[in-house]
Each structure stands twice: as C-alpha cells, then as structure tokens.
C-alpha cells in the first residue's frame, strides 16, 4: 500500500509577474512531491493563487481593469511559468473558484456555530502589502514590523475570531510534535510570540468589496487570510469529496517562505482546531533569496525574471541553482555569476565530464557495449548515497540531498583519475570490465536519484547509457546492479554544455579554496579540450590556456578567512584584476607589492567570499611551504608564457 503524500506551496498573489523567489519555493517543493513519487507514494501537490483583497482590487483599479480580468491574465502567466519549470502540481487553485467560495463561507459558518466568531469594533492599524492587522504597540517607529511599510488607521466593525482561547492548545500541540514547525529556529519564535499571548483576530472587512461575503452578513467580506488558507482544504476536497478529503488531508508539508510561517503555524492551526480538522504534519518556513542584501520582493522591484534564465541556461540548470545552492532554511543571496560557476562546475564539469569520459572509453575500449563485472568498488558509495538522499529528503534538507548525489559523481570522477582505465586497457588487465561497469552504473543510479530535482538530464544520461528514457524509473531501480551487461551505449552530445560569459578572453577563476596550486578544473568541463584516455593533450589544448606574467600592485586579508589575499594585479594595457588567492599562510599582504606572479587569466570569475576574482596565480606547494611562479627576471606585465 504506498503511503499518501501531500505536499503545498503558498498560494501567490497575482498582483505582479512572479519571480525566482516563488520558483525557489515551487521548485523546491516539486522536486519534494516528485521524489515521494519517485518512492511509489501516493502524491497531492497543490499549488495555486491568492486572488482577493484590496491589494488586488486597487491595482486592478489603477490599470482600469475589472479584478478577475486583471488576476486571470496574471493567473495564466503564473501557470505558463510553472510549465517552463517543469512543475508537476496535482491541483492548481484558485480562490477565485466557487469550490472555494463555498468553502469559506461554509468554514465562517462553522466557526459561529462553535462560538468561536462575534461582531465588535475593530481599531487598530491595517498593512495593505501584508494584508496584516496590527495593534499600536506592535508597530515599529508608527509602521509594519514585517515590512517597515506605512499602515493605515482602521476603525471599523469587524468580525472577530476567537484566537485567544487556542493559545494554550497550540503551545501543547507544538510542544508535543517537535517537527511541526520548521527548521527549529522558526519553531522557537513561534512558541515565543505565542507565549506573549494571542489576541482575538479581525476576519472580516467593510472597505472594500473584491472578496467572499461572509454568509451571516454580506456586508462584510472575509478577511484574505482567512480566505487564503482555507485553500488548502478545499484543494483536498473539504466537504465537497469526502472521501479525497479524508485520504490528504492533514497535508504531510506546508512550505513556505519564513514571513509568512505565523499564518500558517499559529492562525490556521487555530482555525482548524476550531473546525475540529486534523493539523498539518509540518510548516516548513525556508529562507529567502536576496538580491544584496535585501530580500527579493514584487514591491521592492528587485526582481529576477526565472523565464530568462531558463531562456538563457535551460531549465535544468535554474532548477539546480535553486535546490543546491543555498541550505535549505537559510537565506542566500542570489547572483547570476553563482548560477554560471554551479552549472559550469557541478553540471558541465562533474556530472557532464563523467557521462561522456565514460561512453567514450566504453566506445574504445569494450566495443560501445557495457562490460561484465566481477566486483565493484563504487556500489558500497552508491547505495550509501540512496540511504543518504532518503535520509535528508525526510528531513526536507533538499540542498544536502542534491549534494549526496554529486558526492558520487565527484567520486566516480576521481575514480577514473586512479583507475587510468586506458592503462588497464593497454596492459590488458581484467579489471577494466569492472572500472567501466562502476562508471556506467553510477552514472545509471545518479540519473534515477537526480529526476526529481532535474527534468532532461536524467533522461539523456538514460540514452546515452543505451537505457530508452529515465521516465517511470522507481527508486528502486536505483539499486545497484539495474545495467544490463551488454547494453550498447549511444555517445552524445555534452548533457551541459560549459557556459561561455562575455568576459570569457579576460577573466579567469581562483579556485583559491582548494589552493592556488590546484588544476584549473573549468577546463575539464570543455569536452573537445578535455585530456584523452591516455592522460595526454595535444599542443592546441594547451595553447587555450592564457598564461600571463602580471605584476601585484596591492594585496589585502579578505575579512573572516585565514587563508585567503585579495590581490590587485596589473596585467599591463590597463588590465587590473582582482584575484582571490590561497596564499595567506604564506605571505605577508605588505611583501607582495611589487611581486611579479604567472596567472591563468583565462579561467571563469569565481566568487569567493563575496569577492569576484578574475584569475589564478602559479604556485607550487609542499607539505612545508609555498612558493609563487616568478619569472627569473622582470618581464613586462601582460607578457603572454607559452
Ligand atoms: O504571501 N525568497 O503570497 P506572495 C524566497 N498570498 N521565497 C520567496 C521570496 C524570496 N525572495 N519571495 C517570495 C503570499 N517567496 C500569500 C500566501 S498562503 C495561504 C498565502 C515565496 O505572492 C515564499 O514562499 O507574496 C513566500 O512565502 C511566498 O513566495 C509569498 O508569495
């Protein structure tokens, strides 16, 4: 019997064009929804629009439209957006729907009913962005303590649900389901801030007309949170589909951006206690993307279009900047350099290197067709990277469980480098069938792990390996041992091509955290440059290094790390770079200006700390010291080494 898994986002207001802070919370939790799939769960994913409140009503107002004609053009964008992301929702809702109408009105009958709803005089002060209600003393410096927005003076009748007598029963439901709220830190805010006591809460509203009347008095309109969430039981099928309603509901995830987990882990527990309704397993509230500093937001405008970076690198890469890059629950600034050095790297690099270093050598070396082994030396790190993905996707760690996966591919890379299969093959030694078989099958259980997080890669790693497609795989077919000897590999193009900036000719990466004397691992990731089997490259490969003697002019500490200079370097005809280097330990900032250095000055910008560096210095490096390449005499900076 698979178990039942359903899983929401936020229901986004269509008041603008989304950004790549809601495709991070989608993307998120369609990799989640479809890695319960993957695992044979019964899966309900909704996602969907938060379409009333006077937000809405105004803006419509301002563009001369009617609301529904403003929200259902905006509407139609957001679900073309989650179509050119892949995602894989099992219900869109709007509550717009009359499903929905019905439900609210019958949820604010039930509330009377249980006495949990009265008419007063609301005073207090309005947050129309927020759609909050706060209370003078909540205010910070007269504005909105969550968006340091103006408020407005309200002063009218309202409606008032009695949230004050579910403070004690929430504590008790917290304290005895530790994973009810997540990551911690937002669990102990919330035990925090209901402690200070909880107030009644208006849920109604007379001024302004774009929203649910209320069935006992249709003057007043219900109030946008409380409309909102009830989406998630309507999309269930609460009192509408019994019989659906009882099979998904409690949802197992609400995810959610960290603003709004008060909502979702105070105010809709309560409600549901008061319709006597099963609580959500777990609200998870994950960190925001930022842009600098700030937080990414539609009324800020300091927005990134995703449809862009899909047009520009493919919807697989977006996805994986999204999943892997920032810890999931932590906030992470987004940079477009970031999302070019992830792909390059992880995609191209790691993952793109593999899969064709190994069709190639299984072409040349056992005929095109996969070998028989007799025993392996990845399978112990493959089937401990299942356990680990599993482990942490429970946990909802969904950056940690994409990294598990690349520990594998990482290995597998390294594994060539200490198997030189193309000496194996020259010297005829047996174990050649089981180095290429560990490479093809890693490879095989990667692409069945890495389909929830990405769309097409999986599927051409499948036909490249001579499988069909990845679609349908099952997590158990990510048990070792699925490749079928002999299977006929099909050599394609590269899965990721390496993205080539603009500043490609001039700039160069410091991969100074591995060390200045570490190769340049950019160039692993072109394909036509990369070393052959037999280890070698021809003269032109090595001519695509741009190797330069440049001259250092200024030299710095970067600010919380031991081992990292921040190097200006004059490369002659006004090229000054900055470069990030590992060589703190080993020299003083003050000794170097003056320093003539060889840099690789055609490797990708890196950022490092913050600091984008342009190149990579030559040193050589033992277990006692470390010495920069300095040519023996002066050479005029710029000079090209060949
Ligand atoms: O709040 N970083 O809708 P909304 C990460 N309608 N996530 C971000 C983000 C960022 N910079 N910006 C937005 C609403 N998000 C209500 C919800 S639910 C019953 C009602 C994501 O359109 C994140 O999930 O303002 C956040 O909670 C949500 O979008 C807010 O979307």
Redesign the pocket.
């Known amino acids: 019997m698979p178990e039942r898994f359903t899983i929401t ?5 269509p008041n603008d064009r989304l ?1 790549i ?2 495709a ?2 989608t993307v998120a939790a369609d990799a989640i929804a479809r890695f319960h799939r993957l695992r044979g769960d019964d899966v309900f994913f909704v996602t969907g629009t ?1 379409e009333h409140g006077q937000k809405i009503e105004d803006r419509a107002g301002k563009v001369g439209k009617t609301p529904i004609a403003y929200v259902d053009e905006i509407v139609s964008d957001i679900r073309d957006l989650w179509q050119v992301l892949g995602i894989s929702h099992d219900d869109f809702i709007r509550t717009t729907e009359s499903r929905h109408e019905q439900v609210v009105q019958e949820v604010f009958r039930r509330l009377e009913a249980k006495g949990d709803l009265y008419l007063s005089q609301y005073e207090g002060w309005y947050c129309t962005p927020c759609e909050s209600f706060w209370v003078e003393g909540k205010l910070v410096d007269g504005n909105c303590p969550t968006c340091g927005g103006p408020v407005a003076r309200l002063n009218e009748e309202s409606y008032f649900f009695r949230l004050s007598r579910y403070a004690e029963p929430l504590l008790q439901h917290i304290e005895s389901h530790p994973d009810f709220i997540q990551p911690v830190s937002r669990r102990n805010e919330m035990i925090q801030f209901i402690r200070q006591g909880l107030e009644d809460l208006s849920v109604s509203r007379t001024s302004f007309r774009w929203g649910i009347p209320l069935p006992q008095d249709p003057r007043h309109i219900a109030y946008v949170w409380v409309d ?2 009830t ?1 998630y039981i309507t999309a269930c099928g609460y009192l509408q589909d019994p019989e659906r309603f009882n099979r998904y509901w409690p949802a197992d995830v609400h995810l ?2 960290k ?2 987990v008060r ?1 979702h882990a105070v105010i809709w527990p309560a409600l549901l206690l008061s319709l006597d309704l099963p609580l959500p397993k777990v609200v998870y509230g ?1 960190g ?2 930022l842009l600098g500093e700030q ?3 539609k009324s800020r405008g300091n927005v990134i279009d995703p449809r862009q970076l899909v047009r520009r690198y493919g919807r697989d890469a977006v996805r994986y900047y999204l999943l892997r890059e920032v810890p999931f629950g932590s906030d992470g600034s987004y940079t477009e350099d970031a999302l070019i050095l992830r792909t390059n790297v992880d995609l191209a690099n790691d993952l793109g290197n593999l899969l064709s270093r190994t069709t190639a050598m299984i072409e040349r070396f056992t005929r095109g067709t996969i070998p028989a082994p007799s025993g392996s030396s990845l399978r112990g790190l493959a089937d401990e990277t299942v356990r680990r993905v599993l482990e942490r996707l429970e946990k909802l760690q969904v950056s940690d469980a994409v990294a598990a996966i690349f520990e594998l591919v990482k290995r597998a890379n390294k594994f060539i480098e200490e198997e030189a299969p193309w000496q194996l093959h020259r010297s005829g030694d047996g174990r050649l069938g089981d180095v290429l078989y560990d490479l093809a099958e890693s490879l095989r259980v990667t692409a069945v792990l890495l389909s929830p997080f990405l769309l097409d890669a999986p599927n051409a790693i499948y036909r490249q390996l001579g499988l069909g497609s990845a679609e349908g795989a099952t997590l158990a077919d990510a048990a070792w041992g699925g490749l079928p000897v002999g299977t006929k590999v099909e050599r394609g193009e590269p899965i990721f091509p390496r993205i080539e900036t603009e500043r490609e000719d001039s700039a160069a990466v410091a991969e100074a955290d591995k060390g200045p004397a570490s190769p340049p691992a950019t160039e692993k990731a072109a394909p036509a440059a990369a070393a052959d089997e037999t280890g070698m490259i021809t003269i032109d490969e090595f001519q695509r290094l741009d190797l330069r003697v440049g001259t250092i002019v200024a030299a710095s500490r970067v600010k919380g790390a031991d081992r990292l200079l921040e190097l200006t370097v004059d490369l002659g005809e006004s090229d000054l770079r900055t470069i990030v280097s590992g060589i703190a330990e080993h020299y003083r900032p003050e000794e170097l200006p003056g320093t003539q250095i060889v840099l690789v000055a055609n490797l990708q910008p890196a950022k490092i700390r913050g600091i984008v560096s342009h190149g990579m210095i030559l040193a050589g490096k033992t277990s006692e010291t470390l010495q920069i390449v300095s040519p023996r005499e002066a050479l005029p900076a710029g000079t090209r080494i060949k």
């Open positions: 986002t936020p229901i986004y207001y950004h802070g809601h991070y919370t938060d909102a969430l989406n959610v951006g603003e709004i909502f994950h925001w993307l937080k990414m937001s």
